[in-house]
């Protein structure tokens, strides 16, 4: 179902169709062009320069904005849970740098090019990607992948319902949330109600902000940034019913991807291959058979599904390897870069 706004603050409507996105978390390289990608377009403005609406960290980690998983929001048993507003520096701050100091003001070596929080005016002592390739585990056995995650463009989105004001929306054609930022206020309630804290609080504008699902790009048949130039082919698009497109075939046929933390009851449409890992060794040293990532770890993630998606990815990858063909392979490998966007494949230099 899908709120709209309009003169009732809460109408209800159904979203026809919904876009989603499947990250596959073994090829994801962590090289962030996605974040650039989404930041180069929507987040240079005044005001948003700390937002990365697509945004990439390791994991374990704290995660983007800083312990989202610790700031609330979301539903549990179908009833809204109280979250907390997430600060500009948990937000990964927005540092700035003494180019002019090094460069022109005669200081000679006594200075050096320095991060300045944009928040204190002192050295940052956090950041966004501040934890980046620390991750978990212990040596032999250190484990870490890299985690980009963007608005999950929910079914059911906590940001839309905590709005009094009823800026937030539903695309019906697509399912894409948006904040119309002509009735936004400036509450924050959404930024509290979303547990995945995608939400950010412009402070020129005094307005909230999220990822717009590239919309004026999807409006003209191209796939949005993040996804399109991903450099590791991480990345499929399309829309869920869409029996052709690859994040049907793998979110509903192969059931190999699956939503983040859905136990926040939002049903979110970004969904996750989860990460095979490299084999770990035993207490004796030698090499196991097993992955070194313990499933406890991806099940808090992605819950209880996590054992069966992997024994499917050996298992199909065991069919490569011997010569015998894996349509799953085939999809996760994409041989033709374009097969991955569900037929969002217009230029990006496609003007309206
Ligand atoms: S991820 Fe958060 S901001 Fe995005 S639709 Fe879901 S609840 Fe709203
Ligand atoms: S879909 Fe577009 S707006 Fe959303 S995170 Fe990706 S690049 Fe940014
Ligand atoms: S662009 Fe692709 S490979 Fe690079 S960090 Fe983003 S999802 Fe990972």
Known sequence: ????????????????????????????????????????????????????WANVTTYPGKGYPRDYEKKGGGFRDGEPQPG????????????????????????????????????????????????????????????????????????????????????????????????????????????????????????????????????????????????????????AFGYLDDRDSQVHKLVAKWKVALPLHAEYGTGPNVFYVPPMGARGFGSDGEITDGSRIPLDVLEGLFGPEVRRVLDVLRTERAKMKAGQGSELMDILISKKWTDRFGGFTNDPLTQS
């Open 84 to 235: 907390k507003i997430p600060s500009v520096i948990d937000s990964g701050d927005n540092f700035q740098f003494n180019h002019n100091e090094v460069y022109y003001e005669g200081k000679g070596q006594s200075v050096r090019l320095h991060p300045v929080s944009n928040v204190t005016g002192k050295e940052p002592e956090w950041g966004y990607n501040w934890d980046e390739d620390q991750g978990g585990g212990q040596w032999p056995n250190p484990y870490f992948f890299y985690f980009a995650r963007m608005c999950n463009h929910c079914t059911k989105p906590a940001c839309l319902e905590a709005c009094p004001t009823g800026a937030i929306f539903k695309r019906e054609k697509d399912g894409i949330v948006l904040i119309d930022q002509d009735r936004c206020k400036g509450h924050r309630h959404c930024v509290e109600a979303c547990p995945y804290k995608a939400v950010y609080f412009n402070p020129v504008a005094q307005k909230s902000e999220k990822c717009i699902l590239c919309f004026p790009r999807i409006d003209k048949g191209i796939a949005n940034a993040c996804n399109r130039q991903c450099t590791g082919r991480v990345r």
């Open 1 to 52: 179902m899908a709120y709209v706004p309009g003169g009732s603050k809460k109408e209800l409507r159904k979203a026809d169709r919904q876009l989603a996105t499947v990250i596959d978390l073994n090829k994801c390289l962590g090289c962030q062009t996605c974040s650039v990608a989404c930041k180069n377009l929507w987040t240079k403005r005044p005001g948003t320069e700390h937002m990365r």
